[in-house]
């Protein structure tokens, strides 16, 4: 089987969302595995200058538009909850930590996670609407609680961050397949493209 | 037929070069004409704080590969010009005069002075080279240098920046079909399908 799709994302991107409600049948399609990896963007930003989409008015208020007409043609839910963006440490760690622990659920808590936020509009800055996300597939609350003051999840965090920005990736989503970046949801047509055709 | 397709966009913005690539046929294909409308984008990031691509190091060496990515895919030349990113002043001053007054040679034009800066790499701030790009459409290079400096024009190309400022655009590529705003080159495709569909 080829490489997996490197699928960086923040979860507190709406755009990241979009592009985790597409992703796995394209990747399907392909005979492609995603591995999901959440970062940080807004330690990215501090490097790089970036800032929140929201701090550009105009540009905002586009995108909301752009993002519910994009939910209505892929046929999925789109709200931006009330606390937005929020900081998506404690979701990032429990991520990590589920990886190394129960690998098979880490994508369904990524999803649960995106879904929490965009499809129900829940302050997913919170550990206790990170738990409950979790618990909706299967996973131990109080041992996610437990995971998300350990040292080796929030050094993992920000290695998985600081390797990000490493390979070039400034926003979300943001895919690398076989080395090729593609930034943005708006790529994901694109994406099915090129692993149909092996790239031009 | 239906109304126009608004093609907002800045001669020295790479996105709206592939944009002027790509719109063509696309509109054609369901039988709509393109109005196109340069502006400038350095008088509409002074109101919304944006900046230009090329500011954002990573950004500009991720944009920078997929242009050419996207150049490669549809075919077509594409070059950084070597003044980058350049003042569209003279070229969308003399668009203006043109649409008034030939206005059969607006758009071509238009391609011309892209494919100057995009696919020849020349410093299309210049008038002369301005004049050089509309000389090989058939324009009077002459009449066009003399129409750079009329108050006229000068005055059209403000009120143009103004008018799309407050219908929202805020960047290059921007699109505005039947009142429905799509901004980035990486929507055409969307554009195509929306088109055909009727919207979603």
């Not at 200058?49 to 046929?75: M, V």
């Amino acid at each position: 089987m080829a490489k997996p799709i490197l699928f960086y994302f923040d979860f507190s991107s709406p755009y990241g969302y979009v592009a985790a409600q597409r992703i796995a049948p394209i990747a399907a399609r392909h005979r492609r595995d995603v591995l999901w990896r959440p970062i940080l963007l807004g330690a990215i930003f501090k490097s790089t200058g970036g800032r929140p989409l929201k701090e550009f008015g105009l540009k905002w208020d586009y995108s909301r538009h752009e993002l519910a007409r994009t939910a209505r043609r892929h046929n999925f839910p789109f709200v931006v909850p009330q606390n937005f963006p929020f900081a998506a440490v404690a979701a990032s760690r429990a991520f990590y930590w589920l990886e190394a622990t129960d690998r098979g659920r880490a994508a369904p808590f990524a999803r649960a996670v995106f879904r929490g936020a965009f499809a129900e509009g829940r302050d997913m800055s919170l550990p206790i609407a990170v738990a409950a996300a979790a618990a909706t597939v299967g996973i131990d609350d109080a041992a996610l609680m437990g995971a998300l003051d350990d040292q080796l999840w929030k050094d993992r965090l920000r290695a998985e961050t600081d390797g990000a920005l490493a390979k070039g990736v400034f926003g979300s989503p943001f895919f690398l397949i076989d080395g090729e970046p593609f930034w943005g949801a708006e790529h994901l047509s694109e994406i099915d493209a090129w692993l149909a055709s092996g790239g031009w």
